[in-house]
Structures are given as C-alpha cells and as structure tokens.
C-alpha cells in the first residue's frame, strides 16, 4: 500500500510539541481527552508528515512541520493549510488507534477522495458483526474460522470506514447501506454504496500482526 | 420521565463504552467518551435499540454531548 504514512507516538514522544504544532493546534490539544492525547499527537504529526513529504517529492517545496495546519473543515474529513497558496488540489485522511497513527494524501484529480483506517483486529461479538454487516457479507464471515473470523470483520468495518472518511460523511451514513465483495485470495474488493458499485480502488495490509490499516480512493468523476 | 431518560441512557453509556457513570459528564462529547469508531458506533446502536420509537440512528450521529442525547430523546418522547 503506497502514499500512506505510518507513525507511532513512541517515535515522536522525543520531538517537542512546538516543533510540529502551531499555537492554535496546541490549544485544540489542550482539549483533548488525555486518553486519546497520544492518538492525536501521532496523528497530527503523521499528517503533516504526508503533507511534507507529498509537497517535497512533487513540488522540492520543504515545509516545517509546524507551518502545516490541520484543520477539520467537514464532519470527518480533516483539510490542511500552508503558508502558501495551493493550486493543486488535494484531499487528506487521518486514522489513529492505540498510539499509532496512520494518514493519507491523494491529489483530488489523479487519485480522488482518500479515506484511510486503522483497526486493531478484535474478538468481535455476533450481534456486534451483525449490526454492520450485510446479509451476504455476514454469510462470507460464518464460513471462516475464529481467528479469520475476526480478522474479516475487522476488514469489513474498516473499508466501510475508510470509505465513510473519503466522502467526509464518516458514521453519520450507516455502514449497512455499503456492501462488500471481498476476494480475499487476490486482495480485491469491489463497493456498492446503496447498490451502486462504486469506482473506487481499495487496499488494506496487516501491520504488526495486530493492526489493520485500509485504505480507499474513490474517482470522484466516476461517483 | 426526564429523569429516567436521563439515569437510562447514562447506564446505557456506562455499560457501552465501560465507564465508571461518575466520570461521565453531561457535557462530554461521545466522541470524546469513546475509545473508537467502533464503540462508537455500538453505542449508538445500544441508543437505537433501546430508544426505538425516538431516535433515528442518522440523528444520533449528528449528536455532540451526553446532555444533547437526554434532550433529542427527551424532544421526541413528547
């Protein structure tokens, strides 16, 4: 899986605040919980680690990390700002589960909208698959074993996810009304948003043997 | 009435996203309470299941704090 940017927030513990955050994103941690303050920290830094380097590789442009802002424009859909004026347009995504943190860029034009995930793989509870699965993707998980079993459904929820976060609409949609066709065997998924098949290209890679991090873009002229 | 709403969906809370009630606050975001997008959304099933009748789960998500969930059920139990 290429043009995501994985971090964890034992890499970064050493790097202080000021170096990747600007005054007012350092007021916006102030507010959060101090439960999820690592998944953000990791977070914020890896997006603007994608960013960076995005703008590095494509354009030699060499931003400081703390002259890159995250900002959270829509429902589930974070955006960025540079000192600069952009004229290429891009979209980013941003996904953090138990000090890692995972981010994505996509030019809006080449690559469509980006949304990205990380699950950590869970012993799920029947009724709990249940309430985001389909009937046919339901079906595909009870034939495994308990330990695909849960690896699948993790896989399930995520892409959902992932998707949610590229149309910025995240839970407010619910996952039933997106349904699945994994092959696993050849990593292909195809996605059907209301019975609509959507265009869209899906990846997903297990990171640590615990972790699962998917990620989805979606041609925005082919929606 | 009201304050059943309230004692039953802070005990739906609890359970869901395992959490002592006193440390839940009325003003807390339930984005903020939850560990992730999946509790999250278990939760807003947990709302779904029990409330039936006054909740819609594309409202839910639209909810910011505890106290917002006690007045959309509260609003709609009229």
């Not at chain 2, 739906?12 to 606050?25: M, P, Q, R, V, Y």
């Amino acid at each position: 899986m290429e043009n995501k940017n994985i971090k964890s927030f034992k890499e970064i513990k050493k790097i202080s605040i000021k170096k990747y955050l600007l005054e007012k994103e350092f007021s916006d941690y102030k507010k959060v919980p101090d439960f999820k303050k690592k998944d953000w920290l990791a977070g914020r830094f890896s997006a603007k680690e994608a960013v960076h380097n995005y703008f590095l590789e494509n354009f030699q442009k060499d931003f400081k990390l703390n002259k890159i802002e995250i900002l959270r424009k829509e429902i589930n859909k974070p955006a960025y700002k540079l000192p600069i004026k952009q004229t290429v347009k891009t979209n980013i995504s941003i996904s953090h589960c138990e000090g890692l943190a995972v981010s994505a860029i996509a030019e809006n034009k080449t690559d469509g909208l980006v949304g990205i995930d990380i699950e950590k793989i869970r012993n799920f509870k029947l009724k709990e698959i249940k309430s985001f699965l389909t009937g046919q993707e339901l079906s595909q998980i009870l034939k495994q074993n308990l330990e695909n079993k849960n690896k699948i459904a993790t896989l399930f929820w995520s892409i959902k996810e992932s998707y949610l976060k590229a149309i910025g609409r995240g839970l407010v949609y619910h996952p039933k009304f997106i349904e699945l066709k994994i092959n696993l065997e050849d990593k292909i998924c195809e996605l059907y948003d209301k019975n609509k098949k959507i265009q869209a290209k899906i990846e997903w890679q297990i990171f640590k043997k615990r972790y699962l991090i998917t990620k989805v873009n979606i041609l925005k002229n082919k929606i | 009435m009201t304050d059943k709403i309230q004692e039953k969906v802070l005990e739906i809370i609890s359970k869901n996203l395992k959490i002592k009630l006193e440390n839940i606050n009325l003003n807390s975001k339930i984005e903020d309470l939850s560990k992730d997008s999946i509790q999250l959304f278990q939760l807003l099933i947990a709302f779904e299941k029990e409330f039936k009748r006054q909740v819609q789960y594309e409202d839910l998500m639209q909810i910011f704090t505890v106290r917002d969930i006690i007045n959309y059920i509260n609003k709609n139990t009229k």
